[in-house]
């Protein structure tokens, strides 16, 4: 698979189709809310989304997290990795 554009682009406004990425990727992730304040995006595969985090549980307290998401052949985003920041 060609990668179309490699150079990396940093959104401080999240898009509506950058938040359905997102919420695709973590449907099934109980426990945490994540609102995306930053995506950093080659525009084609590659996702890093910046997230505030909302815990349900006060003993699984995160802030701030990365979020790692990449687009599949099939357009089926799939979460590689949920990183906090200190």
Known sequence: MEK??????????VSIEDKQ???KALDGI???NFN????VTNGVEEYYFICKVRSV???LQMEMAK???KV????EP???????IN
Do not use: F, H, M, T
């Open 4 to 13: 179309e554009n490699d150079s990396l682009e940093i959104k401080d406004s």
């Open 67 to 69: 979020v790692y998401i």
């Open 72 to 75: 599949q052949k099939d357009n």
């Open 36 to 39: 995306p304040v930053a995506v």
């Open 78 to 84: 799939r979460l590689l990795a949920i990183e906090e």
């Open 30 to 32: 109980n426990g945490w």
């Open 21 to 23: 990425i997102l919420r």
């Open 57 to 59: 549980i006060e003993n």
